[in-house]
């Protein structure tokens, strides 16, 4: 593999700015570019201000990366292929700098941002049939090597996306979408349980991506980080505020004045507002800081649709990702907390919380049930 000691990051046909690392190889280093800073917008408003200073990342949380750029690289089974796929070409994972993570993802990853130069890493493989890809993850995931190629197959149709379930990115007739499989320790009806949390998410009003269930078993997101053919930027909150998943200290307080934040806009503030409602009320407790985007049009922000909304009642040891009013376990008065320290009224938090609570009876919550 070839070693990489500067990147240039790209939005469609224009250079951002690029990246390279300090000279002891450990933080990353980047600067935008004259023409981006005087006809673009800052891809990381807290993090990377549209300025002409040189930026140096934090050693913590993300290695040395910054926390947009760490966006756009695999983790949790993606990283697990590509390590496999790595060790088979005698390259150690553990001593890439981060610009040779970037380097290999290339124009493959989500959202707008690519790199160059690419580091190729294998050749291209043809996404196989759905039910046959998820017998590959179940065996590579169980390691059970029938067909040596089964990982490569896997990380070439993964579309280098994030979280520790399978995915590979898939087109038909209706459009892009993101199809998700089952981990080895997922029950066999994950993937309607996910449809049904989409299809009440919705009803109560939350904005999410169109969905549907392929064989009536694997739930398929359509993606939002393309627009009529055309990437969008897509940051999540965990890359604009620098916050990592391995040991969560998100709170939702923080979350509701990013987005106010970002937006400038009450009626989408009151829609994060929603979602922690509904994520509380229904046990979805993986609740961290990847599964919240923000999307970028021309520098102007807004949140992403929802994702991710699905049953875990586990979370991190047993509490939410995301803590409402610093607790893992939150009441319905933490959340009005929470609400109030945004402008959102006690008496129209209670009529959300009332809202969603009657919408999800079929999944409400033992620990909210009337």
């Not at 400038?264 to 929603?274: I, L």
């Amino acid at each position: 593999m070839k070693w990489v000691n500067k990147l240039t990051v790209m939005y469609h046909d224009s250079i951002v700015g690029t990246i390279s690392m300090t000279p002891d190889n450990q933080l990353c280093v980047f600067q935008y570019d004259k023409e981006w800073l005087a006809t673009g917008f800052s891809i990381s408003p807290l993090d990377l201000p549209l300025k002409t200073e040189l930026f140096v990342a934090k050693d913590e949380p993300f290695w040395g990366n910054f926390g947009i750029f760490e966006d756009s690289l695999p983790d949790g089974y993606g990283r697990y292929l590509l390590n496999r796929l790595l060790r088979k070409q005698g390259i150690d994972d553990a001593l890439l700098t981060p610009l040779q993570r970037l380097s290999i993802v290339g124009c493959s990853g989500m959202g707008a941002l690519t790199y160059v130069p690419e580091s190729f890493v294998g050749e291209s493989k043809k996404l196989p049939e759905l039910d046959e890809l998820q017998k590959m993850a179940l065996d590579v995931l169980s390691e059970k090597y029938e067909n040596d190629d089964n990982e490569d197959v896997l990380y070439f149709n993964s579309g280098n996306s994030g979280g520790c379930r399978p995915k590979c990115l898939y087109s038909d007739a209706e459009g892009s979408w993101l199809v998700k499989f089952r981990h080895i320790y997922d029950p066999v009806n994950m993937g309607e349980t996910e449809y049904l949390y989409n299809k009440i998410a919705r009803q109560c009003g939350i904005m999410v991506p169109d969905f549907k269930l392929l064989k009536g078993r694997y739930f398929a997101t359509e993606r939002f980080d393309l627009e009529n053919g055309e990437r969008v930027h897509v940051a999540t909150a965990g890359a604009l505020l620098n916050e990592s998943i391995i040991q969560p200290k998100l709170d939702y307080n923080t979350l509701l004045h990013l987005t106010g934040f970002l937006t400038q806009d009450p009626g989408q503030v009151e829609e994060m507002f929603r979602r922690m409602v509904f994520n509380v009320l229904t046990d979805n407790k993986d609740d961290h800081a990847k599964n919240v985007a923000f999307i970028c049009r021309d520098g102007v922000w807004s949140l992403a649709p929802a994702y991710d909304l699905t049953l875990s009642r586990e979370g991190y040891h047993g509490e939410h990702a995301t803590s409402v009013n610093n607790q893992g376990n939150p009441r319905i008065e933490d959340m009005l907390i929470v609400g109030e320290n945004i402008r959102i009224p006690r008496k129209k938090g209670l009529v959300i919380i009332q809202q969603i609570t009657e919408g999800c009876s079929e999944i409400l919550s033992k620990d909210y049930r009337p």
